[in-house]
């Protein structure tokens, strides 16, 4: 057995060492209080239109409140005039198009669900005590099964999900309550009432106040990622050190890689909002969300290019000191048309389409270079199989940008047209001999091969006995 002063002492530090939590307890309180406070201004610092977003909310509460704090009002609607402060709640969104679409759903589907569901009462009522359970189980178990499968169109869940939800829950509390309230008419009509003029209020507060309107953002979105990838290409023309080497492309532009989801999101309030600036009605969405498409296209192959590249130039070996200088002009140019399109898409204007082509119309001389120093056969003297693979790979996936680049270019001239650019009354001048673009196919020991018209890799020949081996490799490099 323990002896009584062990126990005493034991006792005493326990006492001890909850005293001292029980001290340190403020101190603790200050510093996780004072790091949420940092979090929050944080939140506020990245994009200001959050806080006014909240103070919004706050505004139409306080409007919808007066349902309660009017006697006229109150008299009017009476309990019901809660279903107003719900509607607020749930339908008042960040951006314009969000509120709109939440909003105008919540109001079509109450009302048809409403209207469905007396229609589907009252023809009930008619047919008989006995019939009426049997004649509303029935209405609700087909146009309860037939929305619910209506949900999972992917046109419809994309814009009208929560309208569906609404018309469900709607039919069915007025179907079925109505088989034992006879004022169920009375009150969904109330329901229906505070309902539509919650949403009003949602939706004027969120366009006349400070409006955030969800194109605007899409539209910003795909110019910065452009500007990014741009940046991207020319780091390639002025650094390839191993220092920069360091940087991780998916983490550097991760927003270009993984923006697909926030782009069809985007485009889906966008739909929703009307005219403002030069957005106009029925202004062409999805040509933004091929662009996207494109660019991450582009973006994908430029990450594969920084791998190949810095592991063929970074070895100092004598294929990558010779090309070193083709590739970083074709890699400057393809980023200066990058941020050419981009300044375009910014400012919605068609000013720069030549000077992009030009910008291209440079990069492809580039890699003419780099065709015509591998076709030269002294230059293959010495070489080791595995150098001449890489650069191989190389020109290919340059190749492969600028196709990408191409596309973008034809993306963003059609999405010009549509959209109703600005056009400015001084075109910029076109230093390219050639602004069509052609295809980088040449002949020779170096051989571009086309897929359905599309370059997908080169083919590379220095004599009969090294051409199959040359060929596997060139596969292996470029689809590992």
Known sequence: MASPVAENATHYSASRGIMQRLRSLPGKLLDTLAIFGKKLAKIAKDDPRRVTHSLKVGLALTVVSLFFFLRRLYDSFGDNAIWAVMTVVVVMEFSVGATLGKGLNRMLATLLGGFLGAAVQKLSTLSGEKEKPVLISLFLYIIGALITFMRFVPQVKARYDYGLTI?????????????????????????????????????IICVFLFPVWSGDDLHNLLASNLEKLGNFLEGFGTDLQPKHSERSFAKEYESVLTSKTREETLANFARWEPCHGQIRFRHPWQRYLELGNLTRQCAYKAEALDVYLRSLILTSNQVGI????????ASLECGKALKVLSSSVKSMTCLTSTTAKARVAKAKRSIELIHSLLRSEPYWEGVELTEIVAAAAVTSLLSDVIICIESIIEAVDELSSLAHFKRTVHSPPVTATNSKLQPLAREGILKPVLESHELRYCAVTINDGYSSTLTKEIAKVLHP
């Open 167 to 203: 018309f469900i829950l709607t039919f069915s509390l007025v179907s079925v309550s109505g088989y034992r309230d006879d004022q169920i008419l009375d009150l969904a009509f109330k329901r229906l009432s505070t309902i539509i003029i919650g949403s009003f209020i949602a939706i």
């Open 322 to 329: 010779s090309i070193k200088d083709s590739c970083q002009s």
